[in-house]
């Protein structure tokens, strides 16, 4: 018999049961102690709009399946825009405030939403999460549900499951193979190539060593400089919001050392700006970057050219340096289908947005053959 239990925080269900159905190429971020430090030190909590409401499916005894929930408050911090449809549901007089969102929270990163054990069904596995949804729905306690980012085949799933389907564009890099960083640049135009080559020279000219630290490397006075390179981000721009605390990197840089890596710039021992990447088995995620002044070129060194040329040197399939930015199109980034999946209660509104979504996903579609088919570069 399938059980589909709600959880209200990640130490509900504990670290060796979450991580049992994580396989070795899951993104870090899934990991129970990253899910958890964002609930530990005050990032993933109701008072900033995200209760924890995680889910586990058993049959019988067995934990078959478990995916990172949380009952939302609003749509902040998500990436995968609703706010229309929020507005929408207002006007037809009905709340969309708590929805269930399936997420990593503030990460725009692909990867599987639902957990699953060895053997498990995920088609089978996300009918009996949807059908959970509707009974969710149709008790009030939640407006709808809501699948961000998973896999191209999980989204699948879900659509046969009955949830309408959303894609979106992220600009990620791929390796075809590259043996060096001259590799990857052969396959831009010339004229992008000299480019590249003279930013990065002119940050060496400047006297500035770009390196990346992880394990036991990462100390406080990295993690405190990285913290302070966030927040001057989040500063700099008007619509920037702090999500994450001082204490959640110092939590994860120490107990995640294995998959948490700062790319610093320094001057002497001077550190002058950073960025947050974490590493799988086979893909590089840029997170957050940040610098203490400007300087020229200094953040496509730091968060894109440094990156590539480890993810070549190390074998990595890809690297996803978070969203938005045609800009890093003309860097070698490829313009990749991203994913949603969405459950909505108001009847009037579920059919508005499954007709949007079919406009949208038209002209995605023509925008990426219009992508395809124009080179990357003058």
Not at 20 to 30: Q, S
Not at 136 to 165: K, N, R
Request: proline content about 6%.
């Amino acid at each position: 018999m399938l059980t589909l239990s709600v959880h209200p925080s990640m130490r509900a269900i504990g670290e060796a049961a979450w991580d049992a159905l994580l396989g070795p190429a899951a993104p870090p971020m899934l990991r129970f102690r990253w899910l958890d430090a964002l609930e530990q030190t005050g990032c993933a909590v109701p008072e900033r709009g995200w209760r924890p409401h995680h889910l586990t499916l058993h049959d019988g005894d067995r934990l078959i399946a478990a995916a990172p929930a949380y009952l939302k408050a609003n749509s902040h911090g998500e990436f995968v825009f609703d706010f229309a449809w929020a507005d929408a549901s207002h006007r037809m007089g009905a709340e969309y405030y708590p929805k269930l969102v399936l997420a990593v929270p503030f990460t725009p990163a692909t990867g599987p939403r639902l957990l699953l054990a060895p053997g498990a069904d995920r088609a089978h596995v996300a009918r009996a999460f949807a059908q959970g949804f509707r009974q969710l729905v149709a008790a009030g306690d939640v407006s709808s549900a809501h699948v961000l980012f998973p896999s191209l085949d999980e989204a699948a799933a879900w659509g046969d499951a009955g949830l309408a389907t959303r894609i979106g564009i992220q600009y990620q890099w791929h390796n075809q193979g590259f043996g060096s960083f001259e590799d990857f640049l052969a396959t831009l135009p010339s004229k992008k190539r000299t480019q590249i080559r003279r930013e990065r020279r002119a940050i060496r000219d400047a006297g500035l060593v770009v390196e990346t630290l992880t394990g036991e490397l990462l100390t406080p006075r990295v993690v405190d400089a990285m913290y302070g390179f966030y927040v001057a981000t989040v500063e700099k721009f008007e619509w920037g919001q702090q999500y994450l605390t001082r204490a959640f990197f110092e939590e994860v840089c120490a107990t995640m050392g294995d998959a948490v890596e700062i790319v610093v710039a320094r001057e002497g021992a001077r550190l002058v700006a950073g960025a947050f990447n974490l590493r799988s088995d086979d893909v590089l995620y840029g997170r957050y970057w940040g610098a203490a002044e400007e300087r020229p070129f200094l953040h496509f060194e730091v968060c894109y050219y440094h990156a590539i040329d480890e993810a070549i040197g190390r074998g990595l399939a890809r690297f996803e340096p978070g969203a938005g930015g045609e800009h890093k199109r003309v860097r070698g980034f490829a313009p990749t289908r991203t994913a949603s999946a969405h459950l909505l209660g108001h009847p009037r509104l579920d059919r508005a947005v499954r007709d949007y979504l079919a406009h949208e996903r038209a002209a995605i579609e023509r925008e990426l053959a219009a992508l395809d088919a124009e080179p990357p570069n003058p």
